[in-house]
Every structure is written in C-alpha cells, then in structure tokens.
C-alpha cells in the first residue's frame, strides 16, 4: 500500500565530529520527528553526515551527503507499533532528499513483518514523505 503525509522536525541537536579541511567536516546528529498522514507517530534518528563544502555562517548554503537509521513509533493507518528505516541522503540548495527502505525484523506489535521502501523531501516551505509498505 502507498503511503504519505509530513514530518515536523521536533529536535536537532548537530555536533562536529572533525572539519577534515576548511570546508569539509563530518557531524552526527540526533534527532526527533513528529509524523502525520497514513503514520502518526514519533520518530527518533541518529545521522552521519559529511559536508562538503559547509557554509558556517549559513549552514542551508552547505552541501551534505548522510545516512541514518530512524525508529518510528506509533500508528499506521490504525495499526500500532513501531520499525527502523534505513535513511541515506543528500542535501543540496537547502533540500534534503532521502532514500528509505524500511529494516527486515525491525518491526513490532502490530507492524511485525512490515516491509517496504519510500522517500521524503524537505525544504523551508516543509517535509513530506511517501512509502509503500507490505504488512
């Protein structure tokens, strides 16, 4: 089944992890997202993300290449339990673009055995994202 809706972004707390040369560096971030649409839940990510270049003084001027496993909990069209994502993207020109693929055996209470693939886009105007899952 296809899937869609939003995402707001909850918490993002970005730490450096090296600046490899002036312009480039590699963070982690931990964050949190709020989901609406076919799943309304929380979501909790940890991301690796490698800049390059990084604009400090406008960070939506960097470009960025990252991946990150993000745990979604909450309901699925009335379904309730909670999978991981495998998330890998880029963010370029201030949008972010993500490839998803939801983890095999990730999956619990009533979303064991879910499966499937989608994506999201964000940008200054908002995050949306699309799935199609198989339960």
């Excluded at 064991?112 to 949306?128: F, H, L, N, P, Q």
Aim: aromatic fraction near 10%.
């Amino acid at each position: 089944m296809r899937l869609y809706g939003t995402y707001t972004p909850a918490k993002w707390d970005e730490k450096t992890i090296e600046v490899i040369e002036e312009r480039t560096k590699l963070t982690k971030v931990t964050a949190e997202f709020t989901f609406e649409g076919d799943i309304e839940g929380i979501a909790r990510v940890e991301y690796l993300m490698f800049y390059s270049p990084f604009d400090p003084e406008d960070m939506h001027k960097s470009q960025a290449q990252y991946v990150g496993q993000i745990r979604i909990v909450g309901n699925l069209k009335g379904k309730s339990g909670s999978f991981v994502v495998n998330d890998a993207g880029s963010f370029i020109g201030g949008v972010a673009n993500s490839e998803l693929s939801i983890i095999g055996g990730s999956g619990t209470g009533e979303l064991t055995g879910i499966s499937g693939v989608g994506e999201y886009a964000a940008d200054e105007k908002g995050c949306t994202w699309e799935m199609d899952v198989s339960l």
